[in-house]
């Protein structure tokens, strides 16, 4: 079974730069077929993909954050991060990691569609 498990700061101040990473282990997918990707679900609001990285180094991303996040793959750690700069009281939220053999991953973490992996999630607040 493959296991995703997110990890980084809880608490970041505005401004700053928030750094997650996400650690892949477990199972036996074909990495280079799939898309890893991030998605946060603000609080009191819905997920929001906000971009993808494939095993190669391509990256996507959503228009909401392009410019203000970066998805980069650590292969010999089979990790993989996303940093997003210039973080606001708005960017409080949980934030998950997600593998997918579809760019944009669908479902939830309650609620998997087949072949699709997901974190746990990891709490960030932005705050001062």
């Known amino acids: 079974q493959v296991q995703l498990q997110e990890s980084g700061p809880g608490l970041v101040k505005p401004s700053q730069t928030l750094s997650l990473t996400c650690s892949v282990s477990?199972?036996?997918?074909?990495?280079?077929?799939?898309?890893y990707t991030w998605v946060r679900q603000p609080l009191g609001k819905g997920l929001e993909w906000m971009g993808a990285i494939n095993y190669f180094g391509s990256t996507w991303y959503s228009p909401s954050f392009r410019g203000r996040a970066s998805i980069s793959w650590d292969t010999s750690k089979n990790q993989f991060t996303l940093q997003l700069r210039a973080v606001t009281p708005e960017d409080t939220g949980v934030y998950y990691c997600?593998?997918?053999?579809?760019?944009?991953?669908?479902?939830?973490?309650?609620?998997?569609?087949?072949?699709?992996?997901w974190g746990q999630g990891t709490q960030v607040t932005v705050s001062s």
């Open positions: 477990g199972g036996a997918i074909a990495m280079d077929s799939y898309y």
């Open positions: 997600a593998s997918s053999p579809n760019l944009k991953i669908a479902g939830s973490p309650e609620e998997k569609e087949d072949d699709d992996y």
